[in-house]
């Protein structure tokens, strides 16, 4: 059997919000949450199956550079929906801004950038 991946873990201002958002637009539950290293603060957000950590520092440092030209930077997430129209309706109520559409085989696709700048990228294959 091939390898799955399970989850991604990644730093934000508030995993709390973060996470909230998260169940509003994809469906998803909060399946675990604590304290974590460096005093920090972790919220498990996903399916039962997979999910993502969403990590914060106990000290946040500064602002990082832009993700596409450092080495180890997150370039983006994506996460793949049944109704991807619906979801950009919804993604836009919720006050994000999206963009980069793009009509490709199998499916098609529009990213958009959460608050803290984390870009997300919006698949349906139909």
Known sequence: ?????????YTVSDPAAT????????????RWQGDAMAGGHTVHVGTD???LALYTP???ASEATFS???VAG????????DDLDGTETAIR???FKTGNHADYEPGRRFYFHDDDGIEYEVVAYN
């Open 19 to 30: 996470a909230a958002w998260m169940e509003k637009l994809f469906g998803w539950h909060i």
């Open 68 to 70: 596409y030209t450092r």
């Open 1 to 9: 059997m091939p390898a799955i991946l399970e989850h991604t873990n």
């Open 93 to 95: 109520a919720h006050g």
């Open 49 to 51: 199956d997979h999910y």
């Open 58 to 60: 106990g000290t946040p």
């Open 74 to 81: 997150l370039n983006h997430i994506a996460v793949v929906v």
